[in-house]
């Protein structure tokens, strides 16, 4: 398989899947304002979305989007326990996290590394991010991972989406747990090596 990434986006969620599955696979970085490859290839032709992440899958075919994605590389390495059985009602809880990181929390800290936010955009949906900030600390106090004691691809993805808060200014200090979740997850040695192999650490 092939991974279609760009450092630090949401497309690290997929790649420290990748490893935790540890399912073999090739990087393509993708310079995703210039849409190149790094060997000046269009990225376009490749995946017309022009975006990432994309998956090109053994036999030829490309998944695209994160949360799709992920629980495709956890459904090839099911001992890995990257994601509940299919038809589970773990599974619905999975998936249930992951629309609520993508559309809540990667939308919504996603929005201020847009370059024509004014401090009024900022002010005015500052309070609804951080009504659902607060709720996720809730539902992270007194476990390890948001499935409990069990990492997910819904853990791969929240980190990734946290990881960003930083570079936008996103105030986490009200909440602690998330330092301490983050720190949990960047912990592991597949989270460290797919940083590393991004030039994130």
Not at 135 to 162: C, I, N, P
């Amino acid at each position: 398989m092939k991974l279609y990434y760009t450092p630090g986006v949401c497309s690290l969620a997929p790649h420290i899947a990748l490893r935790e599955a540890g399912l073999p696979f090739e990087l393509e970085k993708v310079d995703i304002r210039a849409g190149k490859l790094a060997s000046g290839e269009e990225y376009a032709p490749i995946n017309g979305k022009g975006y990432v992440p994309a998956l090109v899958l053994e036999n030829g075919e490309m998944l695209t989007e994160g949360p799709a994605i992920s629980q495709y590389i956890a459904d090839q390495a099911p001992a890995s326990n990257l994601a509940p059985a299919p038809g589970t009602m773990a599974r619905y809880r999975l998936q249930e996290w992951l629309n609520f990181i993508s559309t809540e929390l990667h939308k919504g800290i996603g929005a201020f590394f847009n370059p024509a936010m004014t401090p009024e955009w900022r002010a005015a949906v500052t309070p609804r991010l951080n009504k659902r900030l607060a709720w996720l600390a809730q539902q992270l106090e007194g476990r390890s991972y948001l499935m409990g004691d069990t990492f997910t691809v819904a853990d791969a993805y929240l980190f990734t989406v946290l990881r960003w808060t930083k570079a936008v200014n996103v105030d986490l200090s009200a909440w602690p747990v998330f330092q301490a979740y983050s720190d949990r997850v960047a912990a592991r040695p597949h989270v460290a090596a797919a940083m590393q192999a991004e030039g994130l650490a």
